[in-house]
């Protein structure tokens, strides 16, 4: 997996990292990724999927004003970062063809609905399926001189396909410890 530390610290932008990177990287990043997330439930029940945790530090300043200070589950965690790497691949792919991203292309499946670790598995692997089926449809010469016009923080710097594309996988790393810590508070009553 790709180390983000430097992007976090301030010292290095999301385009420096994807500077080195080409399009077959992004398969195996996508891959690391999942594979990452599939191993840190590798030990949940379906009970695990709904736990609410205890997180003093909740502040979702995206949500709804309801839910702001509301403490993530499982499902909620996993459907919300596949939906943000999903939507990144989407993007990767339009500036891939040469075109400028207008707008959002997000969905997020509705977190109440994930209740077992079956849907939390399937919805990993269907977004690991997805993202390489986006990387499948870039043009055999994508154009990574087309950079995205907007920049979301700035440690993202002017990104182009590829940095698109690993802003995702810098999201989902942004949810690695989360998942670790509910599935720690979860399981630890059966160790």
Same mark, same amino acid.
């Given at each position: ?12 932008? /999301? %385009? ?20 990452? *997330? ?8 379906? %009970? ?32 919300? &970062?596949?939906?943000?790497? $999903? $939507? %990144?691949?989407?993007?990767? /792919? ?7 991203? $207008? ?26 399926? *997805?993202?390489?089926? *986006? /990387? ?19 440690? &993202?710097?002017? /990104? ?27 399981? %630890?009553?059966?160790?």
């Amino acid at each position: 997996m790709l180390d983000f530390s430097a992007v976090t610290s301030g010292s290095q932008t /999301l %385009a420096d990292i994807a500077a080195g990177l080409t399009k077959t990287d992004l398969y195996q990043l996508t891959d690391e990724t999942i594979n990452v *997330m599939q191993e840190i439930i590798t030990d949940t029940v379906d %009970a695990d999927v709904t736990f609410v945790p205890l997180d003093p530090q909740a502040n979702d300043t995206f949500g709804n004003s309801e839910e702001a200070a509301l403490a993530w589950t499982l499902g909620h965690v996993v459907v919300h &970062a596949t939906a943000s790497s $999903e $939507e %990144a691949a989407a993007l990767a /792919l339009v500036l891939a063809r040469g075109l400028q991203v $207008e707008g959002r292309s997000r969905y997020e499946t509705p977190w109440e609905s994930v209740t077992s670790i079956a849907q939390v598995r399937q919805r990993l692997e269907e977004s690991r399926r *997805m993202r390489k089926a *986006m /990387l499948d449809a870039w043009p055999d010469e994508p154009h990574l001189d087309t950079i995205m016009t907007y920049s979301f923080f700035p440690q &993202a710097g002017e /990104l182009n396909a590829i940095g698109r594309f690993i802003l995702g996988l810098y999201h989902d790393a942004s949810h690695l410890d989360q998942m670790r810590e509910i599935v720690h508070q979860a399981s %630890a009553p059966r160790v």
